[in-house]
């Protein structure tokens, strides 16, 4: 039994505002239970002359935990945000030019990262910066007993033997996939674990993804009719 | 054009639904299939690469996404608002907020020839149309009509006010219909010059009307034709 009486594959409520910050190309909060993350992007916009490509836009993460001083735990986070979307942005369409994304975390309750890669996926796509796919990402924990749970909070984690997160691309998922033929394109894994317990982590967290993405998307739907003034009659 | 769907990216766009079987007796171009903004192919495929709604017209097989932004992106043939920001030699550095400053040459004005140039001031506000924009030059613009040599409105704009607004509102502030200039232009003189660079030019003959105008404008974004003159009305009763 968890501890907030959620089933294994069950995910947190999931809440996010897209637009939410108005000095920026394009932003995003997104939250799941108490974990909650903001992002802002700025794009295509001007490069230093050191990190300029020729052929690409450079992509820069900028990652701040909710507490603590900035520290290597950050510079990961950055990273691994980084390598993520570097893939799924356009980038040889704005040679030159730079994509800066913002990552603020607000409240950290466990699967921080899978919040905070939803936050910047979303954030992106507000920005209109060109993406191959939209990226949902779900964490997941296994248990002292070998069970495995989904969106775990930070009480479930530090009482975890592994955690994992996972991150797919929205055409991967929507093609209606089984776990074993789809390819994530984040994958982090911390801690002891069997094959067997990583496959049926994969398994949990495709199939929460595919609810995130779900929820990604009426998000997206309602601003975009709202912008088009699809309700209203003109 | 009827069914409004909205795609996000990683979508795939089918797009044999848009020629139907009668365009294909007609001219060859049933076979050319024509990507506007917000598609790319990828693969074999056609995929959203932005979100918003699709379109498509079925008489030159043309698909596009139509949603809202903020930065901009230079594209050519398009009018915008920018400020000079320096001047070289052969012209001027010009602000029209894309990723690079754009080029505007000296000659590029009515009437402008070597002996007679303009001499714009940094931090003028500039009316210009894009020449040049692809992804590997710096944009640059024009503030005249190149083949007639008039200016048609292009050129310096002087006193007013400039602000900015998102990319969406300013495509449908150009159109002449647009709710809330009509709404305005009826009861306030004013003139205006819209970038579609998300920049908007206002001038009237005393600041606080200028403050009203701009606040209507950026007021206007989401609401109805019949609530942008009701927004209209209250702002004019409460001055």
């Given at each position: 039994m968890r501890p907030d009486r959620r089933e294994d594959d069950q995910v947190r409520a999931l809440h996010s505002v897209v637009g939410v910050l108005n000095r920026v190309d394009g932003s995003a909060q997104f939250s799941a239970g108490r974990t909650s993350v903001y992002s802002g992007v700025y794009g295509p916009v001007d490069v230093r002359v050191y990190d300029e490509k020729l052929d690409r836009t450079h992509v820069e993460v900028k990652y701040r935990a909710d507490t603590g001083a900035a520290g290597t735990k950050d510079r990961w986070a950055e990273s691994a945000i980084r390598q993520t979307f570097e893939r799924i942005v356009m980038a040889q369409m704005h040679p030159r030019t730079m994509v800066q994304i913002n990552v603020q975390v607000r409240e950290n309750d466990g699967s921080v990262d899978a919040v905070a890669i939803n936050a910047v996926a979303l954030a992106l796509i507000d920005a209109a910066v060109p993406l191959r796919d939209t990226v949902a990402a779900a964490s997941c924990a296994v248990r002292g007993d070998g069970s495995t749970v989904v969106d775990p909070t930070l009480e479930e984690i530090e009482d975890a033997r592994s955690v994992h997160t996972f991150a797919f691309a929205s055409s991967d998922l929507a093609a209606n996939l089984d776990a074993s033929t789809t390819h994530p394109v984040y994958v982090d894994s911390r801690g002891e674990f069997s094959v067997d317990e990583y496959d049926r982590c994969y398994e949990l967290c495709a199939r929460a993804a595919q609810r995130v993405l779900a929820f990604m998307r009426t998000a997206i739907e309602d601003k975009a009719a709202k912008e088009s003034q699809i309700s209203s009659s003109k | 054009?009827?069914?409004?769907?909205?795609?996000?990216?990683?979508?795939?766009?089918?797009?044999?639904?848009?020629?139907?079987?009668?365009?294909?007796?007609?001219?060859?171009?049933?076979?050319?299939?024509?990507?506007?903004?917000?598609?790319?192919?990828?693969?074999?495929?056609?995929?959203?690469?932005?979100?918003?709604?699709?379109?498509?017209?079925?008489?030159?097989?043309?698909?596009?996404?139509?949603?809202?932004?903020?930065?901009?992106?230079?594209?050519?043939?398009?009018?915008?608002?920018?400020?000079?920001?320096?001047?070289?030699?052969?012209?001027?550095?010009?602000?029209?907020?894309?990723?690079?400053?754009?080029?505007?040459?000296?000659?590029?004005?009515?009437?402008?020839?070597?002996?007679?140039?303009?001499?714009?001031?940094?931090?003028?506000?500039?009316?210009?149309?894009?020449?040049?924009a692809n992804s590997v030059m710096d944009p640059e613009l024009e503030c005249y009509n190149s083949h007639t040599g008039k200016s048609e409105g292009y050129g310096e704009l002087s006193s007013g006010f400039m602000f900015k607004c998102s990319l969406g509102l300013a495509r449908r502030l150009m159109d002449s219909k647009a709710p809330v200039l009509n709404a305005l232009g009826s009861e306030i003189p004013f003139e205006t010059a819209i970038g579609l660079n998300g920049r908007v030019w206002v001038n009237t003959e005393a600041s606080a009307t200028t403050v009203l105008v701009t606040n209507a404008i950026k007021n206007s974004e989401f609401l109805s034709a019949n609530q942008c003159k009701q927004m209209v009305k209250e702002l004019l009763e409460k001055q």
């Open positions: - | 054009m009827v069914d409004t769907k909205i795609v996000i990216p990683g979508d795939v766009v089918n797009t044999s639904l848009g020629s139907d079987g009668g365009s294909e007796s007609a001219d060859g171009n049933s076979s050319v299939l024509r990507l506007g903004p917000g598609l790319a192919q990828i693969g074999e495929q056609v995929s959203a690469v932005a979100s918003g709604v699709l379109h498509n017209n079925t008489d030159n097989n043309q698909w596009w996404v139509v949603g809202n932004k903020r930065r901009y992106v230079p594209s050519e043939g398009e009018p915008v608002v920018g400020v000079v920001v320096a001047r070289h030699g052969e012209g001027y550095r010009v602000d029209i907020g894309s990723a690079h400053d754009a080029l505007l040459p000296l000659l590029a004005f009515e009437g402008a020839t070597r002996r007679n140039k303009p001499n714009l001031a940094i931090g003028t506000v500039v009316y210009g149309r894009v020449v040049v």
